[in-house]
């Protein structure tokens, strides 16, 4: 089913700028209220933090933003129109892409096989292999991704360069938004500079970015704006430049008592 349309709207006091706007978002699930009125804005090029402890509900928000869950009441607007997603597919629709912790990689296909799964090109009846590795290579090469080779298979790389490869195969789509779910998790030091620096790069593309993250240092490294979420609903949203770890420990915590952020 797609997604219903309604005549466009004015934005969240950015106007054109803003790519996404979510307004009272809410969604139980049976005597469990997940999410109670969630509002949040992203625009384009901005790389937005999305924080909160476990079962602030950011991932399920995320899962509303991406079409895998609907909402129970509330509005999304993207680009200017009211939408309603019925699957992901709506979602993809409107140009929103997600890249979850699991990555949803095959590890033994090789690396093309992978940026180009379920729409590989084509000579005639057959997969053009050639061509495939050929625009993989120059895909991996835009983004500034290493591999050995595209021919390489997935399961052979390191942690790192899995989450860069499931980072170019969402950007390939073309998003207009890209959410990122944990994606420096478990990575060593070299491989998070690496995927820090993809989100830096795929936002310079005009690409909004929202980055789900507990390293909080990541999001000083990246993030434009952060958002953060307790038991359910959107409490703080300020410009990075204006925090430090510290004070967002508190925002998070919801306490005037700062902790030591863990490592």
Known sequence: MSHESTDPQGGDGQGGDTLVTLEGITKSFGAVQSLRGVDLRLGPGEVLGLVGDNGAGKSTLMKVLSGAIRHDTGSITVGGKQVRFHSPADARAEHIGIVYQDLALCDTL?????????????????VDRAEMHRQAAEMLSTLH???????????????????????????????????????????????????????????????????????????????????????????????????????????????????????
């Open 145 to 263: 991704v290493r591999v050995r080779s595209t021919y390489q298979e997935i399961g052979e790389l390191s942690g790192g360069q899995r989450q860069a490869v499931a980072i170019a195969r969402a950007v390939s789509f073309q998003p207009k938004v890209l959410i990122l779910d944990e994606p420096t998790a478990a990575l060593a030091v070299a491989e998070v500079r690496q995927v820090l620096r993809m989100i830096r790069e795929v936002a310079q593309q005009g690409v909004g970015v929202i980055l789900i993250t507990h390293r909080l240092q990541d999001l000083f490294e990246v993030c434009d704006r952060i958002t953060v979420m307790y038991e359910g609903q959107s409490v703080d949203d300020a410009a990075t430049a204006d925090l430090d770890i510290e004070t967002l420990v508190g925002m998070i915590t919801r306490s005037n008592t700062t902790t030591e952020e863990a490592a």
């Open 110 to 126: 090789d690396v093309a096989s992978n940026l180009f799964l379920g729409r590989e090109p084509r000579k005639g009846p057959f």
